[in-house]
Structure formats: C-alpha cells, structure tokens
C-alpha cells in the first residue's frame, strides 16, 4: 500500500523535530550558570575516541588480506586519514581526504 504525501510529510516532519530536540535539548540542560556533571565531561571525553575506534573496526572488518587487493587500499586510506588528523587536527578534513583517496585507489588503481 502506498503511503500518501501527507503521511509522508507527517514522518519527515516527526523524524525533523526528533532529530532538532536531540540537538538541542544538551544546549538547554547545560545552559546558564550550572555546572555542567564530571559525568558528563568525562563521557565527552571517551566517547568521541571510542565512536571513532567502532567505525574504523567495522568499516575494516570485512577487509581481506589473503586476496584481491590485499587491504592495500584501505590500509593507505586509514594512515593518510589517521596522519592527517595528527598533522591539521580537523574532522572534516581527514576524513573527507580519507574517503576520496580511498574512492581513488579502488577506483582507478587497484
């Protein structure tokens, strides 16, 4: 059965104000001149290494070093996303560099 636009734009509108109140809702508990929980701070400060180590093991688990390529590109892919992060420090960068170069190798060399 179809769905309709109204029903359509009624889950959009749903999944959009769900996804702003998770947004914004840390900015309006954390606001003013509370201090924010050591809880808190500490989670800010091993979930984001933590997150990262996820998706660099699930992004490489299905990698095989026996045949085709031999993990040769996501190998050069991972050390340039990792050295640039080292080097510039920026997110975006890295991993948009890394996803390129990455596309690059499995596109056009290996």
């Not at 734009?9 to 104000?17: E, N, P, Q, Y």
């Not at 001149?33 to 998706?55: C, Q």
């Not at 890295?94 to 290996?110: D, K, P, W």
């Amino acid at each position: 059965m179809p769905i309709s636009p109204g029903r359509s734009l009624i889950i959009i509108a749903v999944a959009a104000a769900c996804t702003f109140l998770t947004r914004a809702l840390p900015f309006l508990v954390f606001s003013g001149e509370r201090k924010i929980p050591d809880v808190i701070l500490y989670l800010g400060r091993v979930l984001t290494p933590g997150v990262i180590a996820m998706l660099v093991i699930y992004c490489l688990k299905d990698v095989s070093f026996l045949s085709g390529s031999h993990g040769i590109p996501e190998l050069i892919a991972v050390g340039v996303t990792a050295l640039l992060h080292f080097w510039k420090r920026n997110n975006l960068l890295s991993i948009g560099v890394g996803t390129v170069l990455y596309m690059f190798l499995i596109q056009a060399v290996f």
